[in-house]
């Protein structure tokens, strides 16, 4: 049965920096997709950044393109989100969902990780 931990998070400070891991066991993290997304307060999930199982095909929301960047490490079965230039509009809980599909990962169709929090602020 396939599990899914992210982990990560914390407080930052505007213009900072962090990196998000998505671990994924019970079954082989090559053939999965992994989407990130994240829920502001008060607001709904949205998925931020994909990339299929190869890494070759990857896409970014608009609010995110330019200065976060997703990669994996199939040796270690981990996923990674790095986040930079952060600003307060990033604060929110942000999880990862893998899935056998490009397209299912996006939906949020697959696995989910727990969700870690991310907080930016002064």
């Known amino acids: 049965q396939l599990q899914v931990a992210d982990s990560g998070g914390g407080s930052v400070q505007p213009g900072g920096s962090l990196t998000l891991s998505c671990v994924v066991s019970?079954?082989?993290?090559?053939?999965?997709?992994v989407a990130w997304f994240r829920q502001p307060p008060g607001k709904e999930r949205l998925a931020i950044a994909s990339?299929?199982?190869?890494?070759?095909?990857?896409w970014y929301q608009d609010a995110v393109k330019g200065r976060f960047t997703i990669s994996r490490d199939d040796s270690e079965n981990t996923a990674y989100l790095y986040m930079g230039s952060l600003n307060p509009e990033d604060t929110a809980v942000y999880s990862c969902?893998?899935?056998?599909?490009?397209?299912?990962?996006?939906?949020?169709?697959?696995?989910w990780g727990q969700g870690t929090q991310v907080t930016v602020s002064t």
């Open positions: 969902n893998a899935d056998s599909l490009f397209v299912g990962s996006v939906l949020g169709r697959g696995a």
């Open positions: 019970g079954d082989t993290f090559s053939n999965y997709a």
């Open positions: 990339g299929n199982p190869t890494g070759e095909q990857t």
